[in-house]
């Protein structure tokens, strides 16, 4: 082979191999937000009551405060496991595709928390400041404890999605062309 058809076919890999990559990430993207809004959609918002200026959990409980977290968990985790299934179907350029995925997920869990905590109730420890004692509020879409000196955003949860695209990724590399 000449030296000119070799670089052509080393840059339409390149370039195969970058538009891999690009829509791996916006293909995740994509699946979460509307995961974000799925998780929205799906989760009930907890009551609560203002006193002091501060906001309380009404029944107070972690069972009640850790209902989205666990919904955010059974949606990302699944979802993440099945979109990286499918890109590892296609097989040529995997360590782009592990690239793809693991960047894709984890701008999906990101992109997940921020649709779904942006579609739900706004902060109740922010409205609590200015409303009179033993009003009834919503608790807002988090993925931790509605505590005062807890960032909401701040939670091991956000790896669910990465955690389940490696899974899946890796179950089709390792059993998918040779079955069990």
């Given at each position: 082979?000449?030296?000119?058809?070799?670089?052509?076919?080393?840059?339409?890999?390149?370039?195969?191999?970058?538009?891999?990559?690009?829509?791996?990430?916006?293909?995740?993207?994509?699946?979460?937000?509307?995961?974000?809004?799925?998780?929205?959609?799906?989760?009930?918002?907890?009551?609560?009551?203002?006193?002091?200026?501060?906001?309380?959990?009404?029944?107070?409980?972690?069972?009640?405060?850790?209902?989205?977290?666990?919904?955010?968990?059974?949606?990302?985790?699944?979802?993440?496991?099945?979109?990286?299934?499918?890109?590892?179907?296609?097989?040529?350029?995997?360590?782009?595709?592990?690239?793809?995925?693991?960047?894709?997920?984890?701008?999906?869990?990101?992109?997940?928390?921020?649709?779904?905590?942006?579609?739900?109730?706004?902060?109740?420890?922010?409205?609590?400041a200015a409303a009179p004692d033993y009003?009834?509020?919503?608790?807002?879409?988090?993925?931790?404890?509605?505590?005062?000196?807890?960032?909401?955003?701040?939670?091991?949860?956000?790896?669910?999605?990465?955690?389940?695209?490696?899974?899946?990724?890796?179950?089709?590399?390792?059993?998918?062309?040779?079955?069990?």
């Amino acid at each position: 082979m000449s030296d000119q058809v070799v670089v052509e076919q080393e840059r339409r890999g390149a370039a195969g191999a970058l538009g891999r990559l690009g829509v791996l990430v916006a293909v995740f993207v994509a699946a979460g937000a509307g995961a974000g809004v799925v998780w929205e959609r799906l989760w009930d918002a907890p009551g609560g009551l203002t006193y002091q200026g501060q906001w309380y959990l009404e029944p107070a409980g972690p069972d009640v405060s850790f209902e989205g977290v666990a919904l955010f968990v059974l949606i990302a985790f699944p979802l993440g496991l099945v979109l990286a299934a499918l890109a590892g179907l296609r097989r040529g350029h995997e360590v782009v595709t592990l690239v793809g995925v693991l960047a894709g997920a984890s701008l999906a869990s990101v992109v997940m928390y921020a649709v779904g905590s942006a579609l739900g109730p706004a902060d109740p420890q922010a409205l609590a400041a200015a409303a009179p004692d033993y009003t009834p509020l919503s608790g807002s879409l988090a993925l931790t404890a509605p505590d005062l000196d807890r960032e909401p955003w701040l939670s091991t949860a956000l790896v669910a999605f990465p955690a389940g695209a490696m899974a899946g990724l890796v179950g089709t590399y390792l059993l998918g062309s040779r079955g069990l």
